[in-house]
Antibody
Framework: QVQLQQWGAGLLKPSETLSLTCAVY????????WNWIRQPPGKGLEWIGE???????YYNPSLTGRVTISVDTSQNQFSLRLSSVTAADTAVYYC???????????WGQGTLVTVSS | DIQMTQSPSSLSASVGDRVTITCRAS??????LGWYQQKPGKAPKRLIY???SLQSGVPSRFSGSGSGTEFTLTISSLQPEDFATYFC?????????FGQGTKVEVK
């Protein structure tokens, strides 16, 4: 049974860079796709982007230019960086697994990131 | 972007009720749709994938139907643990997009 465990700074100031990491335990890392999703407090879900096991990435155009998803296959980890954050980036961020042709099947526990001066 | 219009945004129901939630896509997405349940403070949990396939371990009172642009999640007999918020997700084309959510509350 795969488990995703995530961590990162929970409080940022405007203009700083958000950085979160997600470790994958108990399952294969290759052969799957790795996503980040966010949810502002009391609101709906937004897909941030996807990293494929072959290294290619797809990002939400609403965040293009600020977002980077990277991978460390030696550690079975992948990371999210979001630059120049503002209060609008305050949200719970989730790392999530998907499979080719299918949607999001396994979720991390979520990390609340608050952007405040 | 494909817009997912989910309705209703909330509903009140009693234990034992049949509940239906709908998602409409702004363009055809074949059966590239999933349904998720989220409880307060928790990560979403997948209930249905490929529009109508039941996720392993999910009770059979949950079912999904539809293809193209119209999709439905049905709970045949609402149980106390089913009071939650439900989302649909299309993964037909990037960026993947979610419905706005339906909060199922106690009547």
């Amino acid at each position: 049974q795969v488990q995703l465990q995530q961590w990162g700074a929970g409080l940022l100031k405007p203009s700083e860079t958000l950085s979160l990491t997600c470790a994958v335990y108990g399952g294969s890392f290759s052969g799957y796709y790795w996503n980040w999703i966010r949810q502002p407090p009391g609101k709906g879900l937004e897909w941030i982007g996807e990293l494929r096991h072959i290294g290619s990435t797809y990002y939400n155009p609403s965040l293009t230019g600020r977002v980077t998803i990277s991978v460390d296959t030696s550690q079975n980890q992948f990371s999210l960086r979001l630059s120049s954050v503002t209060a609008a980036d305050t949200a719970v961020y989730y790392c999530v697994r998907s499979t080719y042709g299918y949607d999001l099947d396994s979720w991390g526990q979520g990390t609340l990131v608050t952007v405040s001066s | 972007d494909i817009q997912m219009t989910q309705s209703p945004s909330s509903l009140s129901a009693s234990v034992g009720d049949r509940v239906t939630i709908t998602c409409r896509a702004s363009q055809g997405i074949r059966d590239d749709l999933g349904w998720y349940q989220q409880k307060p403070g928790k990560a979403p949990k997948r209930l249905i994938y490929a529009a109508s396939s039941l996720q392993s371990g999910v009770p059979s009172r949950f079912s999904g139907s539809g293809s193209g642009t119209e999709f439905t999640l049905t709970i045949s007999s609402l149980q106390p643990e089913d009071f939650a918020t439900y989302f649909c997700l299309q993964h037909n084309s990037y960026p993947w997009t979610f419905g706005q959510g339906t909060k199922v509350e106690v009547k």
